[in-house]
């Protein structure tokens, strides 16, 4: 992943529908605006229930901070959601009665399935991530139940491995943090110069 792109904070607005309306089943990174989803290298797939019977799924549909590549008509550039705007969307979801709009790669194809659980990793709540998977405080973990026998075999072939979500959001202007700590050290350095120079002034 580039660095060096842009980086913008994404943000939903319910009072303007900017919400997460939908989560999709994907094997491949979304790149339509709306669409978000964790790319390849990023390693972040759903996992099987430990009772193949129960058709069941479970995994991270959100993680705070992690930067996500985008393209679009705009350019490349990366997003990211803070843990705070992640907790709205998925109370939002809830609250809206989104859990039974699941499709299969972001089309008109539903997936035959629906949220069940969800919860955000949370410590102090005791809310842990499942076993086997690696995320963060403030992660939006998802469980979904499955319905159909067929798509049921085409994740057990691995033809889907993972959550993305759907909506419209807000975009915010944010300096990436490497190098917002790289203007940070030259502000210090700049102002270290400026108050020499005024002092020498002063002497002379």
Request: proline residues 4%; glycine residues 6%.
């Amino acid at each position: 992943m580039n660095k060096s792109l842009p980086t913008y904070e994404l943000r939903i607005d319910p009072e303007k529908d900017n919400v997460v309306n939908a989560i999709a089943l994907v094997d491949e990174p979304a790149i339509e605006s709306n669409f978000i989803a964790f790319s390849k290298d990023q390693n972040v797939e759903f996992k099987f229930a430990s009772n193949e019977e129960r058709m069941e799924l479970i995994g991270p549909a959100l993680i705070p901070d992690m930067k996500i590549f985008r393209k679009d008509e705009d350019g490349e550039y990366n997003v990211f959601f803070s843990k705070n705007t992640i907790r709205q969307i998925a109370q939002t979801y809830f609250q809206k009665g989104f859990q039974n709009n699941l499709n299969i790669q972001h089309t008109a194809v539903p997936a035959k399935s629906f949220v069940f659980q969800a919860y955000i990793v949370d410590g102090e709540m005791g809310m842990s991530a499942p076993k086997g998977i690696d995320v963060p405080e403030g992660s939006w973990i998802v469980g979904v139940k499955v319905t159909d026998k067929e798509v049921w075999k085409d994740i057990k072939a691995g033809k889907v491995k993972g959550f993305s979500i759907e909506g419209l959001f807000q975009m915010f202007s944010k300096i990436d943090k490497e190098l917002d700590a790289e203007t940070k050290e030259a502000m210090h350095i700049l102002k270290e110069i400026t108050d020499y120079l005024s002092n020498k002034e002063l002497l002379t």
